[in-house]
């Protein structure tokens, strides 16, 4: 308990600028913190908290190729030649390092830093805010574009009726003395929009969703994405919210853990292959309990993952320790300082006072209000765009349908 958790480890080559030379090793993501190992002396030449660092982005010039690049403390450090490749390492990394931001335990280890602290914090959100007004802008303008595309296909569809109009003056003119318009044929009617029915599932309660990185059986692309638990069983979602997997509860076959912050849930087929996915998440340990419950018989918790709760207990012990495990690890974040899961680690964050100014938690506030008004206005223009979006799909194959239509009718006119 008093060694910290490895999360996960990746071979690539590091930057060291002191001797301008690419030195290979392992860079390590632990709860708290990123490190890298040199293979050669095996001297760690990187080891710094996930909350401090700045930015994580995938860079590449003339002379670095598929770089990552890490910026803490006015450092930027440079990773090259990872393995199994830069976006896998790149989604695991900014995801572990938004939910140490989020989480409530930041608030702890911000206590325990020093009042620029939270200099860092308002610099951090004001470049957030930044970011999301650029992309407000972007989707507004993304809008009009949809707006003035269901202009032009309102405009299309009364054209379409002026030449349906024209059409049939056409095929049975006032002057001809065997006017069809006798014998009139019921009109060919506009396939409508018919409301979807609403479905069930979707109004199901959520238990819990959290953001996960998604493996795929043995595809090595880590995508981000979302879990949620529902009471009849669990659903996969990418980023873009569209459903890759829904688990009923009796088509989970078994739920390994592998570590408290990654579980892999399989569902067997006879003649194919297995369907499985691999899913990671800081927030992991707050699933595991709810499987549990849900999936008590089919739930198995790997060797290295009881490694982590102790030797010395009976197997059903084990199993229900391992998140309470992982929960003092992330109570760590609070107190790097100290073992997780030590009482003296927990009497010292009761303990210490926050440092952050009234003049900071207050511009922290305002900034969060800003973000929040900003998340609320992009999530309803997306449904708005999505609803458009929806709306010129169906107009477009009316309108491809009245052209066939008029197209025929014009044919047997000529």
């Known amino acids: 308990m008093n060694e910290e958790i490895r999360i996960h480890s990746w071979p690539c080559s590091y930057y060291l600028d002191s001797n301008k030379q690419w030195i290979p090793g392992k ?74 931001l989020l989480s409530n335990q930041e608030s702890g280890a911000g206590a325990a830093l020093e009042s620029s602290k939270g200099k860092e914090l308002t610099g951090m959100l004001e470049g957030s805010q930044k970011r999301l007004e650029d992309t407000a802008k972007v989707l507004h303008s993304q809008g009009e574009q949809f707006d003035n595309i269901m202009r032009g296909l309102h405009k299309i569809e009364g054209d379409m009726d002026v030449a349906d109009r024209l059409l049939t003056e056409l095929e049975s003119p006032s002057w001809w003395p065997f006017s069809t318009k006798l014998w009139k044929t019921p009109l060919e009617s506009k396939p409508k929009e018919t409301p979807s029915s609403p479905n069930t599932k979707t109004q199901e309660a959520i238990l819990l969703r959290i953001p996960v990185i998604i493996t795929h059986r043995t595809d090595s692309n880590a995508k981000p994405g979302n879990l949620t638990v529902l009471p009849s069983g669990l659903e996969i979602r990418d980023c873009n919210s569209q459903l890759l997997q829904r688990f009923e509860s009796r088509d989970v076959d078994d739920i390994r853990v592998h570590t408290p912050y990654e579980i892999s849930i399989r569902q067997r087929f006879i003649g194919k292959p297995d369907n499985s996915y691999r899913l990671l998440a800081a927030r992991m340990p707050e699933v595991i309990p709810i499987l549990e419950m849900q999936f008590s018989r089919k739930m198995e918790f790997l060797e290295d993952a009881l490694g982590f709760s102790g030797a010395g207990k009976s197997p059903q012990d084990l199993g229900a320790s391992i998140w309470q495990a992982a929960t003092g690890f992330l109570g760590a974040a609070a107190n790097p300082g100290f073992p997780a899961g030590s009482r003296e680690g927990m009497d010292k964050e009761q303990l210490q006072v926050q440092k952050v100014s009234q003049e900071e938690a207050k511009e922290l506030r305002q900034i969060l209000r800003k973000l929040k008004g900003l998340a609320l206005e992009t999530e309803a223009e997306l449904e708005r765009q999505d609803e458009a979006l929806d709306s010129i799909g169906s107009s477009v194959d009316r309108a491809t349908l009245n052209i066939q239509r008029h197209n025929r009718r014009m044919r047997k006119l000529t």
């Open 27 to 100: 860079l390590s993501l632990t709860p708290t913190s990123i490190k890298f190992t040199a293979d050669k002396t095996g001297e760690l030449l990187v080891d710094f908290q996930l909350s401090g660092i700045g930015e994580i982005k995938k860079e590449s010039s003339h002379f670095i190729f598929s770089s990552l690049t890490i910026l803490e403390k006015g450092s930027k450090h440079w990773f090259s030649s990872l393995h199994p490749n830069r976006n896998v390492v790149f989604n695991i990394l900014e995801h572990f390092w938004r939910e140490q």
